[in-house]
């Protein structure tokens, strides 16, 4: 609950407490590792996260979540693609994984591959913006302007409480075609 109000470092506390009382509870270690990465705390997550795919190795949401986490900040790409592609064998259809593997392919440079995983993610879960922002990223990079931003665009009317959304779509606007 405490994290659902955003309180994480109330919540990374109780966690931290149930965990040292039961640390055989898989269910509160993914929780605190959860709340260890919205406080940028990259080694515990990694750690919890870790410990909890030691018993539990099929885990997808652990597996993306630590995935996409390290690779959103550039750490550990290949542990990182290693871990979305472990979860994606487990759930190939999942638009979130695929976005996350798209995610860490861009930050590997693999722009082309990026864009193929992304847009098949936004075909899977067209309502979420994160997938579209990416994917505004990606053809950011590639220069493909009028498809950025369309993509931020489109991210911007799904969450336009988003900070920064705007004003990407307004950085490529000057290149799309009049």
């Known amino acids: ?9 109330k919540a990374f506390d109780v966690l931290g407490g149930i965990v040292r009382a039961a640390p055989d509870n898989m269910d509160a270690l993914t929780q605190y590792g ?10 515990i997550m990694e750690q919890s996260f870790d410990t909890v795919l030691s018993t539990r190795p099929a885990d997808a949401m652990v597996l993306n979540y630590m995935g996409y986490a390290l690779a959103d900040r ?8 290693d871990c ?12 979130a994984y695929q976005d996350s593997m798209g995610w860490v392919l861009y930050k ?35 220069g493909s302007t009028e498809a950025a931003w369309l993509s931020y665009r489109t991210a911007f009317m799904l969450e336009p409480e988003t900070p920064g959304l705007s004003d990407k779509a307004a950085a490529v606007f000057s290149g799309v075609p009049k």
């Open 1 to 9: 609950g405490l994290a659902d109000m955003k309180q994480y470092d």
């Open 34 to 43: 959860i709340v260890a990465e919205r406080l940028n705390k990259v080694a």
């Open 74 to 81: 550039g750490l550990k790409l290949e542990k990182a693609r």
């Open 84 to 95: 979305i592609t472990r979860a994606l064998a487990l759930d190939p259809d999942n638009g």
């Open 108 to 142: 590997l440079g693999s722009y082309a591959d990026a864009l193929g995983s992304i847009r098949k993610a936004a075909g899977n879960s067209p309502y979420d913006a994160e997938i579209w922002q990416h994917l505004g990223a990606v053809y950011s990079v590639l």
